[in-house]
């Protein structure tokens, strides 16, 4: 059986590595904290000192490291990985870093009779821990396949991709599409949360129609459960997205969602989350929108320091609940076309019974029809302009007719007086 090397324990490898010792492989491992050996030791894995070291004692060497330059520090510092190769030894390098970083060390390891393959892959914290990684390969095909066991061993699926740099072009293009993702999540959950809906109810639809993803079932949840336990930390997205726009710029390819998605978390880098899991970008929003993206129930501080002004309009609901009747009189001027270019009216007594988002809601003891346009006038207390409405539904009221009247261009100012003139008809009523 190969000797197996791996360098760079953080979120990802450490699982990685673990999987590797829990599946009977030799594995001898590395990391620039040395705590962080101390589980895998335990498992049974060998603590190398240095990189030089983990690589001249395996056959198979696995690099994750958090990007281009710790990368580049493993092979080229005085003990660093390229002072312990050996013809015949192949390195696979999981972490996401440029196409370039990959090519580089795949054409100064073939001068030295070493494989190396670009392997990043997709997937988080659990999905390392689970062996249930994808993996995008760039390199030699023969050496794919003479190596794809290792990958099956720590994943349930690797994709041979074409040459040296494949593998990381793939992964940028990838996480692109995450961090978008994920701040179309953010935006969705935050345009709801102001709306006042229920955030599990809302999750529900989105998993049930086209906007769901990938996303909303590793994040939804988290981040209504305000759970930013680092799986994939905020920082390393940003890090992959600014990488990502390199590309795109020597690409000469206009990338808007990339850029605005970039700037999202540089806003969240800024704000100290960095550490944290990626779905903390949500925090950016909740800043925005003033309240916190939680579940139902959960404490929202925000909330409970700045409580919403009361709808200076409390409808239907809460004039049913304190059983006020509006009961305010009007007079209506009827208009009927009789012909091309004439038509009759009338004026009646009315009352109002209701006030819509669309339209009033008025009783009378004159029968009128639909699509009659009626024009209504309020008590000279009220300060109101003559409204013009069109009868769209008639119901009977023992003696009496309600109309549901849909107001025709009603300029807000006035819809605002209208709704405050109701208000303080309820209130000294009650």
Same mark, same amino acid.
């Given at each position: ?19 590797? %010792? ?27 000192? @240095? ?43 999981? !972490? ?81 599409? *995450? ?13 709801? @949360? ?36 680092? #799986? ?19 690409? #000469? ?9 970039? !700037? ?23 800043? $925005? ?33 304190? =059983? *006020? ?10 208009? #009927? $076309? ?35 346009? %009626? ?17 769209? =539904? ?13 107001? !025709? ?22």
């Amino acid at each position: 059986m190969k000797r197996i090397g791996f360098i760079g324990l953080g979120t990802m490898g450490k699982p990685m590595a673990a999987n590797l %010792i829990h599946k009977g492989f030799m594995v001898t491992v590395y990391n620039r904290t040395a705590a962080k050996t101390d589980e895998l030791a335990r498992l049974g894995a060998e603590v190398a000192s @240095t990189p030089a070291e983990a690589a001249r004692q395996s056959d198979v060497l696995f690099t994750m490291l958090s990007n281009d330059t710790a990368l580049l520090d493993a092979f080229y510092n005085e003990q660093g990985i390229l002072s312990g190769i050996h013809p015949a030894l192949t390195i696979i390098d999981c !972490s996401t870093v440029s196409p370039q970083t990959s090519q580089k060390l795949a054409e100064e390891l073939a001068a030295h009779f070493v494989d190396f393959l670009d392997a990043p892959v997709t997937g988080s914290k659990p999905h390392a821990e689970e062996g249930t990684l994808t993996f995008m390969v760039g390199g030699s095909r023969e050496v794919f396949e003479e190596h794809n066991h290792l990958f099956l061993a720590l994943g349930r699926k690797a994709l041979y991709l074409g040459p040296s740099g494949s593998g990381s072009y793939a992964k940028l293009a990838h996480n692109t599409m *995450v961090g978008i993702n994920l701040a179309g999540l953010a935006e969705g959950l935050s345009i709801a @949360t102001k709306a006042g809906l229920n955030l599990d109810q809302f999750l529900e639809i989105v998993r049930s129609g086209g906007a769901n993803s990938r996303m909303v079932d590793l994040k939804g949840d988290k981040i209504l459960n305000r759970d930013f336990s680092n #799986q994939f930390s905020l920082k390393l997205m940003l890090k992959d997205l600014l990488i990502a726009q390199g590309l795109t710029g020597a690409f #000469q390819l206009p990338a808007p969602m990339l850029q605005t998605t970039a !700037s999202l978390f540089q806003m969240g880098l800024s704000k100290g989350l960095g550490d944290e899991d990626m779905s903390s970008l949500i925090q950016v929003y909740e800043e $925005w929108i003033g309240r916190q993206v939680a579940k139902p129930g959960e404490p929202d501080v925000e909330a409970e320091e700045t409580p919403a002004p009361p709808s200076p309009l409390s409808g239907r609901e809460r004039r049913r609940n304190t =059983r *006020v009747k509006l009961d305010i009189n009007l007079k209506l001027s009827i208009y #009927q $076309w009789e012909q091309e270019g004439s038509f009759s009216g009338q004026n009646i007594d009315g009352t109002l019974f209701d006030l819509s988002e669309s339209g009033l809601q008025i009783t009378t003891a004159a029968p009128l029809a639909p699509d009659m346009f %009626i024009v209504i006038h309020f008590p000279q207390e009220a300060e109101l302009p003559p409204i013009t409405g069109r009868v769209i =539904r008639i119901e009977t009221d023992g003696d009496k007719f309600r109309y549901g009247c849909m107001l !025709s261009g009603l300029p807000p100012y006035v819809r605002i007086k209208l709704e405050n003139y109701i208000q303080a008809h309820i209130e000294h009523a009650l």
